[in-house]
């Protein structure tokens, strides 16, 4: 057994992170990671016609980016798993439609990239592969037509609302070589607060990111001091301060160098997002350019990635139910 504890797993044989690659929206190459992409589109149509083909479209950059950037052609690649906010996952699966790569679909919500991550390292641990890609997406319009209402609605946003972010990240993962490797996964448990507000999704995560977290550290005997940087994806500012006061009741701080994806993808006062990022493709975008970035140029030898998703459908929010969250963790090590 590779697990310790309960929801964690320590690879014996941690596969390698070979290639990263970020595709973004014009809106995401105005803020202050605008550098650390690969690609910023200025049309955000990417040449198509709709928002949803778009966003496949997005996706199908960042795919032959990474390919590039490993130097491999896509026929090399085992297995890939990916997933986006849209119905049946359609923006990944029109993406992947002609690759000829087997192809796993995934819905984990805005936690896609920790749920692509965590299943592909396990697959080249387990050894049922050699080379795999990680892949998610988002685009602001076609959620906003999927979840909330269509642009020329003109609605109100509440401050605690979220900028879905046009964007769409992926790694390509393999069983040796140089560069920083996934040493560990936590995979989280669905954790439901009684929360119904869609315009609150951080306040609907935090729990799920504390859950998980907490046991990450109850698993490995880690603190948070073990890791140069922890970041959690999209819980925004609310979400934010709601996981830090979550912990501090617990007397545990997680420190400085705790941060989330939704507040370091967009300038809050110049651009206007409220609360923050959210999406698939806001902690997909920022961990494939920024973190893998950092950790490449030396700035952390240890980061914990834990982006967070809230489990919901257009149906279930005009029913009123409560928003379920989600959280996975993944370690990864220079």
């Not at 819905?107 to 990239?113: H, I, L, Q, R, V």
Request: some cysteine; charged content about 15%.
């Amino acid at each position: 057994m590779k697990k310790t504890g309960k929801q964690t797993i320590i690879f014996s044989a941690p596969p390698v992170i070979a290639a990263s690659a970020a595709v973004v929206g014009e809106k995401e190459g105005q803020g202050p990671l605008s550098k650390c992409f690969d690609f910023v589109s200025p049309d955000d149509y990417f040449g198509e016609k709709s928002w949803e083909k778009a966003e496949s479209a997005m996706l199908t950059r960042c795919f032959t980016l990474c390919c590039d950037k490993a130097k491999l052609s896509p026929s090399m690649l085992d297995y890939v798993f990916a997933g986006d906010l849209l119905n049946q996952c359609m923006g990944s699966a029109y993406a992947f439609k002609d690759s000829g790569v087997p192809y796993f679909g995934l819905y984990g919500a805005c936690s896609t990239m920790g749920e692509s991550l965590s299943l592909a390292a396990m697959a080249i641990d387990g050894g049922f592969a050699e080379t795999v890609m990680a892949a998610t997406s988002s685009h602001f319009c076609s959620s906003e037509r999927q979840f909330r209402f269509p642009l020329e609605y003109g609605g109100q946003r509440t401050p605690s609302a979220q900028w879905t972010v046009t964007g769409a990240g992926s790694v390509i993962l393999k069983s040796c070589g140089e560069g920083a490797k996934i040493s560990a996964v936590t995979t989280g448990v669905i954790t439901d607060a009684g929360i119904t507000d869609a315009n609150n999704m951080g306040a609907a995560m935090a729990p799920a990111a504390y859950a998980t977290l907490s046991a990450h550290f109850a698993d490995t005997g880690r603190t948070p001091a073990y890791y140069d940087l922890i970041v959690t994806g999209d819980l925004g500012a609310f979400g934010h301060d709601n996981l830090e006061e979550l912990f501090r009741r617990d007397g545990t701080s997680l420190g400085e160098h705790y941060t989330d994806c939704g507040l370091l993808i967009y300038d809050r006062t110049a651009q206007d997002v409220h609360a923050g990022g959210s999406g698939c493709g806001c902690s997909a975008s920022v961990f494939c350019s920024y973190i893998l970035g950092g950790i490449a140029d030396g700035r952390w030898k240890k980061v914990l990635f834990a982006p967070t998703g809230a489990l919901m459908s257009p149906t279930s929010t005009q029913q009123g139910v409560s928003i379920s969250g989600i959280c996975h963790a993944v370690a990864v090590e220079a």
